[in-house]
């Protein structure tokens, strides 16, 4: 096993994007019309432009310019379609290369080895490929991979006692997933043969580390950080402070206030991926590690989202879906954390009038916001403390029109 099979990247390569690189990225904008609109005087300019000199790229900016890539049918090469959250109305998905960047990964953060043999947890739910990221990881690294998907709480603890088995040595898990196992080592049941954990992908996994440590003492900790849209940005592993990433060669990464803003370089994306605000707010921040290259510690969301199975999700969207329903007058969403964590969402809903508060309705309304959001469909049903409707005769600050509270 090793950190790294590569020389990391220096300092200087990290914390600089040549103007050679700034114009390659602008010249894949010129086939994208809100794109070529957004960056037209840049497009025009006849000097060298620095990287910060560019407008900020937001997430309605990238999702009508991934519309817009998809629709022309202008992707070069092979592609995969990723959606990280929205409604089946207003998706917000990602384009990304047939690869994933597997390689680029791969080259600075290698937690397997050819003896290790993964069980992969996490679900292939639908435009999801970050189960398939990790199965195409673990055979770059000589590792055997069981691709296992999401399994149900009522049988996880058959299933850790068929993977131990298996000779299994090392676990991929959503946060979720992560959390019911920490919650099976309180309790003495965890696997005792775990060698190392894979946790993290498109998303940041606030699992806290105090916790892994003392219900999987000994276990190896490997995490990757980034976002829907990003894709993997940074990494981490045995002996990093927690919450600090190495960024990856092709990812560049600033801090504009507080708001984390990447940047994709030396490798093809479409659309570009310029000063992208990730939705996250962090700083630079030196890693206990002590190797080289540019860190950042993640601080945390900028906006009101919450996590689910790894995924974003805006409290507006479910509200959204919410009042399409006929039998909700308004809503709202509230977050609680569990002790290990986890966020539980909360559905309140005002019913419309005449319509009875009971399990059937409020399972009708669950069922029908589920349904509609692309990245909690795959949230399985028996998971019911995980997103609940609860019916209210008052929702606090609410009048006339529902909205995000």
């Not at 954990?197 to 003492?217: A, K, M, N, W």
């Not at 309140?348 to 059937?360: I, K, N, S, T």
């Not at 990245?375 to 019911?384: H, I, K, M, P, T």
Request: charged residues 20%; aromatic residues 6%; proline residues 8%.
């Amino acid at each position: 096993m090793s950190f790294s099979t590569q020389p990391a990247p220096s300092a200087k390569s990290q914390e600089e994007v040549s103007p050679t690189h700034v114009q390659s990225m602008l010249r894949g904008v010129r086939r994208i019309p809100s794109l070529y609109r957004k960056y037209l005087t840049w497009l025009n300019s006849k000097r060298p432009l620095a990287l910060h000199s560019l407008p900020v790229l937001t997430q309605a900016e990238l999702s009508v310019a991934t519309s817009e890539v998809l629709r022309a049918g202008s992707q070069e090469g092979g592609s995969v379609i990723y959606a990280g959250g929205g409604t089946l109305a207003e998706p917000k998905m990602s384009l990304l290369p047939e690869d994933m960047y597997v390689g680029e990964v791969h080259g600075s953060w290698s937690p397997l080895d050819q003896g290790d043999v993964l069980a992969n947890l996490f679900p292939g739910d639908r435009l999801w490929p970050a189960q398939s990221f990790y199965n195409r990881l673990a055979t770059r690294s000589g590792a055997t991979v069981l691709p296992v998907g999401g399994v149900p709480d009522s049988q996880l603890e058959r299933w850790l006692a068929f993977l131990g088995n298996q000779g299994v040595t090392a676990i991929a898990a959503p946060p979720d997933t992560l959390q019911r196992l920490l919650v099976l080592c309180e309790s003495g049941l965890g696997p005792r043969w775990l060698r190392k954990l894979l946790i993290g992908g498109p998303f940041h996994d606030p699992t806290p580390e105090r916790l892994i440590s003392q219900r999987l003492p000994g276990v190896q900790v490997w995490q990757l950080y980034g976002s829907a849209e990003a894709w993997m940005v940074g990494h981490r592993g045995p002996g990093c402070a927690e919450d600090v990433f190495h960024l990856l060669p092709h990812q560049h990464a600033e801090i504009d206030g507080d708001r984390i803003l990447v940047t994709t370089t030396g490798v093809h994306r479409a659309p570009p991926l310029i000063r992208y605000v990730i939705g996250d707010r962090g700083v630079l921040a030196p890693c206990a590690c002590g190797r080289p290259g540019r860190t950042i510690r993640v601080l945390g969301r900028l906006e009101s989202s919450v996590t689910v199975q790894g995924r974003p999700i805006r409290p507006d969207e479910l509200v959204g879906l919410a009042i399409q329903i006929g039998e909700v007058a308004a809503a709202q969403v509230a977050v609680s954390r569990t002790d290990a964590g986890a966020e539980q969402l909360q559905l309140r809903v005002r019913l419309a009038e005449g319509v009875p508060d009971d399990d059937y309705t409020r399972d009708w309304i669950r069922h029908q916001v589920l349904s509609g959001h692309l990245a909690l469909e795959g949230v399985a049903e028996e998971e019911s403390d995980a997103f609940e409707v609860v019916a209210v005769d008052q929702l606090p600050g609410l009048e006339a029109l529902p909205g995000l509270r």
